[in-house]
């Protein structure tokens, strides 16, 4: 049976930055393709990672800001359309079901992982473990029974 463990552990770069309470508003119009967004306050975002922000119904995937500016890494994010937006607009950074989804699977395949481990030691790794000198094991063994 193949596990569902992943086969590497993802670093701090590979997932969504957050920060608490970021809301600002748009600084000038955007298209629906416009992959450069100014906005009033950019210091409320993180400033380095991916993130994600809301525009109206649009969620942005966010590659990098530079003070006020974000840039793109892709619009219409989750099923939502890249639409233009007007100047003044509220920008958030909300929880999204992607970052929920995200999060819920990795703790499943963790969960998973951790499930599938012996918890027992085989017969031979149980007299490797005792032929060295006191079992380790034996205060939980004790305990357990």
Do not use: W
């Amino acid at each position: 049976m193949a596990t569902k463990q992943p086969g590497a552990l993802d670093a701090a770069t590979d997932l969504f930055t957050v920060a608490n309470r970021a809301n600002t508003t748009l600084n000038g119009s955007i298209t629906d393709v416009t992959t450069t967004i100014t906005v009033v306050d950019g210091n409320v975002f993180p400033s380095s990672g991916r993130f994600k922000i809301t525009i109206e119904d649009e969620i942005i995937d966010i590659a990098s800001r530079s003070t006020h500016v974000l840039t793109a890494e892709s619009r219409g994010d989750e099923g939502t359309t890249g639409v233009a937006h007007s100047t003044a607009i509220a920008v958030a950074m909300q929880m999204t079901a992607g970052h929920y989804e995200t999060l819920r699977d990795g703790i499943i395949k963790t969960q998973e992982g951790y499930m599938r481990r012996p918890t027992v030691p085989s017969d031979a790794a149980a007299q490797a473990i005792t032929s060295h000198g006191r079992d380790p094991l034996e205060q939980v063994r004790r305990f357990a029974l």
